[in-house]
C-alpha cells in the first residue's frame, strides 16, 4: 500500500511540474491593452550623486507599440517615444529642449527614443516588471550650479506589470556622465503615474501570454 501511495504522489508531482513547464515554455509574448499611450511623472527627478543639484520636473513621455503582441525576445523593438515634455516651471531648475525652448525636457533633434526590450522580474509565468531601454534619451539642464546636455546612448527602465491594477514605469538610477556644459553625472530617478491610452484616462495593462 505504502508503495501505491508513493507512486501515486510522485506522479501527481510529476505531472504538476510538467504543467507549470508548459505554462513557462507558452508564455513567449507580452500582450499590451492598447499600443498609443502616454506616461507621466509628477515629478521626474534629476540629481546627482553628491547632492548638489536636485532638479524636479513633471514630465510627460507619450508615444506607441508597435503591435498588441510583442515577442518576449532580448533587443526587440517594442515600439518609440514619439513626444517628451516637462512642465515648467520645475523646482530647484528648468528642463529644456537642445536649442533652448523653454519647458521641455527633452531635445526633438533625438527623438523618437527607441524602446528595447531588455529582460523581465519575477519569476515565470507570474512577472512583476518588464525591462526595457530607452535608446539614447537625449535633455538639457539648468539650474544654479550647473547647465548642461545629457545623451546617454541608454537609460534601463521597469514597466511594472500589475495585472488588471495600472501600469506604472520606474526609471532604473542610472549613473549619466553630461556631453555639454559643466554639470557633473548626474541620474534619472522616479516612478510614474499609470500608464493611459493616448489622449484618454483609460489605463493601459501589459500581461505575459
Known sequence: MRTIVK???AAMTAA??????????SARNFSVT???FRVTWTPLITAEPFGFFTVRCNMTMEGSF??????KV???LMGYITRAIASHPCTNGEGWVWNGTEGALTGASSLPWHIRYAGFTGTLP???GIRINLIRPKFSINNAVCLGTYLPSTHRATINVLGDRSTTITLEEESMSAIE???PSGRFQGVSNRVTLLGTT????LSLI
Open 16 to 25: 504538476a511540474l510538467l504543467a507549470s513547464l508548459a505554462g513557462s515554455a
Open 74 to 76: 532580448l533587443e526587440t
Open 181 to 183: 556644459g559643466n554639470c
Open 34 to 36: 492598447n499600443r498609443n
Open 126 to 128: 507570474s512577472i512583476s
Open 66 to 71: 508597435h503591435e498588441n503582441t510583442i515577442p
Open 202 to 205: 483609460t489605463a493601459i495593462s
Open 7 to 9: 507512486l501515486v504522489l
